[in-house]
């Protein structure tokens, strides 16, 4: 039983002293559950102790992962960019644990199985029978034990019909993450019995990288029950090469999406003798006890008994066996030696098929919480500013790891060790309505989403951006569209501010400047006091005086009226933020350049690509003078025009041909009857064909010089929008004509005539039956509908006459 004394609650560090000048920072606080001022425990020279939970690296990280990565890379940059704190930033990766041992060592049976090199095991055909049997049994109960593998789709689809349709199992809620990996289940049997079924009719190589796809997901359990405790062991490669590959990927995925590297990586099987050593001392302040198999445990009766809190992070999930049951791992011993079910293991014996590493227990290898206490408290000492991870992390991961860090540094008669002073926790990302999670397998990895341009970094990190980052985000249309407006805002900011830097206003309007001046001082304030309310980067975007009000401001403006001064200056800010929430690569927050990539045309481009604008716009202004072009102009216009020299070394091959190409045609309509006309059409085709298909696009724009820009994803957005609807457009046009067409050919046919068939057999004067063909007189309702019939056919020959001018006799 838990002891009945008053429990420590969280201590804010020491006030600053006033000189310190530390900002008014508050950060939501997952131990206090609420926003707290944050001083750092090195107040005096602005040091900052940051751990974070990295990744447990067995598989490629998905977009659920890069919104814990990135999140945290963003309020990293805001602490050092932004409010100028020295932050040393430690994370570690998780390269031995339960599913690392499982996955390690199912890929390396699966190999052997597919290369024929596992020894001494059943066919094939029967293990592949069995495998795809014990699967079913465990994911899927409802389907009866020994169904056939070629029945078992039609009776899934029979047992879990509501499923498939996306249904709930429970009326009473709405379908969630049970049906979800019910259907993930549902799916993968459908996928490995449609695979044994092809190999089996000589339709699919079992080598080959399609079976192998299709199938893996019931053999490698199976193959596991089997063969795991067989293995080597002691060949840690087995394990390793898994989770050196997926390190490398996951590093190159999080720097894909422009992720500050760590400053420190740790990882858990570099740090053995100081798990060890760890866990011994925690044994020696009493709070850890030895079993008989060589394990060790968390004793938290003794913890709290001893004054100290457990669970302070979620105190409702003290007694969640299941979440406990999930933090000690699938493959931990169940001991009856535990002295209460809520201890937790800080070293695991290892049994038959798991690696180990000696300790004074026996050979064995660290539980899964010690790892990052050890190595923290290694890196950064007694006590840490910041600790972070995914939310999923909060219990029971970051609470013992709590408990077992502030029993490690407990001295003797000292209680209520304080190991960290914020907790700041990721909120998850969830696509219509349900976690990303590999569990559930409804996840896009980075790279893919990266390669297939689904996202691109930047547009994924201003959704993330736009969402808080403690609470969950719902990746919606809505949220996308909002995304893709604001970064095409700022994007069109950026091009018109640096092109409006490129011809200085003569004669700048004070009034206009003065007031563009006091938004910027209003915006830099706001964003200030958002960034300052935990990192509120939602609001210092597209809030009250937030940067897009800004840019609103400075767009109503008239252009000509703005000073450069002025311009620079909300230019030059703009930059830097979007600099600090690593919106521009590696751009410094203190770059003198403005703007973000992706606003410039290639620099072999432009010098082509500026004669081109400049010999168009000359063009296209005297053809659309009063007076119109004349030949003698266009030849003058175009002599004017100086060649570029080629340039050898650059890819300009392409931008140099339209140049070319555009003075060979414009010179040759000189001879044009209607000269402007043909130069207009030139000129359009100039800027909507063949530099578009250069990705560079011209912006006309009345009485200033075109604007020339790259072609970006929101330009062919609305470029494909504007062609569906002309395309929609046409297709209706299409359509109507194709009707109009129907009723003409129809209407040929004289009302008088249109029931003089086989199917009657007498008519009165007006055409109408009275008898069918059998001789029957035509009923009285009969004939109303036959009357109405013909009124209609009437309608449609009188205008079928008239549009064709045909006799009315004839």
């Not at 799916?187 to 796809?213: C, P």
């Not at 909060?394 to 490690?408: T, V």
């Not at 011809?503 to 200030?528: H, M």
Request: glycine share 6%; aromatic share 8%; with cysteine.
């Amino acid at each position: 039983m838990a002891s009945t004394r008053q429990q420590p609650s969280w201590q804010p560090p020491p006030d600053p002293s006033p000189e310190d000048q530390l900002p008014l920072l508050k950060i939501y606080n997952s131990l206090t559950k609420t926003k707290n001022l944050f001083v750092p425990i090195d107040s005096k020279r602005r040091k900052v102790t940051w751990y974070a939970c990295g990744p447990t690296v067995y598989d490629d990280a998905h977009l659920g992962h890069a919104r814990n990565y990135v999140s945290t890379d963003i309020i990293r940059r805001i602490m050092k960019g932004f409010f100028k704190y020295d932050v040393r930033f430690v994370m570690n990766i998780t390269d031995v644990d339960d599913k690392i041992i499982v996955r390690g060592r199912q890929q390396y049976l699966l190999a052997k199985y597919l290369s024929g090199a596992l020894k001494q095991h059943p066919p094939s055909a029967k293990i592949r029978s069995a495998a795809l049997e014990a699967y079913v049994e465990k994911s899927l109960p409802k389907v009866s034990n020994g169904t056939p593998p070629k029945a078992i789709k039609e009776v899934v689809e029979q047992k879990y019909a509501d499923v498939i349709a996306g249904k709930s199992l429970d009326p009473s809620r709405p379908a969630g993450d049970d049906e979800a990996k019910l259907k993930m289940h549902i799916k993968t049997v459908f996928s490995a019995t449609e695979a044994i079924q092809l190999l089996e009719e000589n339709r699919l190589e079992e080598s080959s990288e399609d079976f192998k796809n299709n199938v893996q997901d019931i053999l490698l359990p199976y193959l596991d029950s089997l063969y795991g405790a067989t293995i080597d062991a002691s060949d840690h490669a087995i394990f390793t090469n898994l989770t050196q590959k997926f390190e490398a990927r996951f590093m190159e995925d999080v720097r894909a999406l422009n992720c500050l590297d760590p400053d420190d990586v740790t990882r858990v099987t570099e740090y053995g003798p100081q798990i060890v050593d760890f866990v011994k001392k925690i044994e020696e302040n009493e709070f850890g006890y030895k079993t008989s198999d060589g394990s060790v445990y968390f004793d938290i009766k003794a913890f709290e008994d001893a004054n100290n809190s457990y669970a302070r992070l979620e105190p409702g999930s003290r007694n969640d066996q299941g979440r406990q049951a999930d933090g000690e791992g699938k493959l931990t011993l169940q001991t009856t030696e535990k002295r209460s079910p809520s201890d937790f293991a800080l070293w695991k014996s290892s049994r038959p098929g798991e690696p180990s590493w000696p300790s004074p227990w026996g050979e064995g290898r660290p539980g899964w919480h010690i790892e990052c206490s050890a190595m923290a408290s290694d890196k950064l000492g007694s006590q840490i500013d910041i600790h972070s991870g995914g939310i999923d992390l909060a219990f029971p991961h970051h609470d013992n790891e709590l408990a077992q860090s502030e029993a490690y540094w407990l001295q003797k008669g000292e209680h209520n060790h304080q190991w960290v002073n914020y907790f700041m926790h990721m909120g998850h990302l969830s696509i219509q309505g349900s976690k990303m999670s590999k569990s559930l397998k409804n996840f896009t990895t980075i790279r893919e989403a990266l390669s297939r341009g689904t996202w691109t970094p930047r547009g994924l990190r201003i959704v993330f951006l736009l969402g808080n980052w403690a609470g969950p985000i719902e990746i919606t249309e809505d949220l996308v569209k909002e995304g893709s407006n604001w970064e095409d805002k700022v994007n069109n900011f950026f091009i018109n501010a640096k092109d409006a830097l490129t011809r200085p206003s003569p004669n700048p309007d004070a009034k206009v400047n003065d007031e563009l001046q006091e938004a910027l001082r209003n915006t830099q304030q706001a964003v200030e006091l958002a960034l300052c309310n935990s990192f509120d980067t939602r609001e210092a975007m597209n809030g009250k005086n937030g940067m897009s009000e800004l840019i609103s401001t400075y767009n109503s403006a008239k252009n000509g009226s703005i000073s450069s001064d002025t311009i620079s200056a909300i230019a030059n800010w703009i930059t830097s933020i979007v600099n600090i929430f690593g919106l521009n690569g590696e751009a410094s927050p203190n770059s003198e350049i403005i703007g973000w990539s992706g606003i410039e045309i290639p620099d072999s481009a432009k010098p082509y690509v500026e004669s081109v604008s400049r010999l168009r716009d000359q063009l296209r202004s005297r053809a659309r003078s009063a007076k119109g072009l004349t030949a003698q102009e266009l030849q003058t216009t175009v002599g004017a025009i100086a060649e570029v020299p080629n340039d050898q070394e650059s890819n300009s091959s392409s931008y140099q041909q339209v140049l070319q190409n555009f003075k060979a045609e414009a010179t040759s309509l000189a001879s044009s009857p209607n000269l402007s006309k043909a130069v207009l059409s030139l000129t359009d085709r100039i800027r909507d064909i063949d530099l578009w298909n250069c990705d560079i696009y011209l912006e006309d724009r009345e009485n200033e010089p075109t604007l020339i820009r790259p072609v970006t994803r929101e330009l062919r957005a609305a470029r494909q929008e504007k062609e569906d609807r002309e395309r929609a457009k046409q297709l209706a046009k299409a359509e109507r004509e194709k009707q109009a067409a129907a009723r003409a050919e129809k209407g040929r046919l004289s009302h008088l005539d249109m029931f003089r068939t086989s199917e009657y057999s007498a008519w009165n004067e007006e055409g109408i039956p009275t008898k069918d063909a059998e001789g029957v007189d035509v009923t009285k309702s009969r004939e109303k509908k036959l009357r109405k019939d013909q009124a209609a056919q009437k309608k449609l020959h009188e205008a079928w006459i008239s549009a064709s001018g045909a006799n009315v006799n004839s």
